[in-house]
């Protein structure tokens, strides 16, 4: 028996950011069984901006996080809740139209391994989104530095978890380039070399607390925004395209940027095992990329050519909403303010 | 050794090459060089910082291949 009993409820490393996230944590880890439509369509409904949503990013990271399994004390029992599950596919719905409203999508290429790698790469380049790995190279703090890390480790210390939902969704060559770049993500057969646990580490070289969710309350929305859309593209079929697109271009956006980065720690005087993670992107990352453009989106548009749409619509959702989130972590710092939200009681 | 296990090197369009399979990367002193992965990727534009291996510069510089 799974103890559902109130009291679970404390060890949640979450606060409430309004009424429907705090019915869905109610809902996730007591036997409270508060009302979910009601406040699902207010928040909706009041909501200018959903991506920027506290209450609604919040809620829907909650239920992804009962998929993960990543947030201690979730009910296990509460993963299949038909209430939760609708409550998610209404979110999802509301979400995933407000990402297709704002992110624009470039003229599709032919349906060939060779097209779509260079619609990537160009669709890439073309992204003018300020660069928070450039601040972090030349100008940032140790402190500007550390909420990096904490913004980053929302995925990073589940690195590569929200595209491996694809991997049985695939078939043949994609399946393949998928397996082959996961592999290394996940280290290659050791667990110290996960790309989790190299981020793990550089954490706590930093003086920071390495446990996945630990800095949940000042995570903002629009970053909590950036990792539901993976959980989304990766939890629904209908989405495969748009996770495969995704990972393709967020392997693109990698090696050069952290390198900058790398260099960025070694300037304030941060240790190797801080700069580890970052040093191992820019060699891995330019392996991945390549596969990821090629034979993992460029494969799967050959073999699926129906999927060629969303496989550029999560590549241009990838790029729309990390920049998004970097462009406001680098107003905060510009102001000398904090990137982070205010946390729990502070 | 059967025809799937023979390594493979393949030149990506504009980008480096990507090895697959068990070599053995030596320095000209035959010194080894740890891959560090099971597919890695030599530079092929020769302006990479971690070289032999790929650093993605090459897309910052316009490296063209000529496929």
Redesign the interface.
Known sequence: MYDTAPAIRRIVVFTPRGPLSDAVLERLTSSARPELSAPADDAVRRSEDILADDDVQSALFLLYASAYGSVEGIDPGSEWDPDLIRLRRSLEEAFEAALRAQVAMPALPEPTP?AV??AL?ALV?ADDSPSVARHLARRATAEQVRESLVLRSVYTLREADPHSWAIPRLTGAPKAALV?IQ??EYG?GRPDRMHAELFAQALRGAGLDDGYGAYLDQIPAITLAAQNMMSMFGLNRRLLGAIVGHLAAYEMTS??PC?MIAGGLRRLGFGDEVAEYFD?H??????H???AA?DLAGGLAAQRPELLPDIVFGAAACLCVEGRAGAQALAAWDDDRSALRPGAGS | MSAARIPTITPYPDGPLILRGDVQLETPDGTRIDPHRRTVAPCRCGLSSIKPFCDGTHKVTGFRTDD
Not at chain 1, 282 to 287: K, L, N, R, S, T
């Open positions: 060779d790698a260079r790469f380049e082959e592999a290394d290659g090696s050069i390198r191992e820019v060699e891995a990352d330019a392996v990329e390549q596969i090629h």
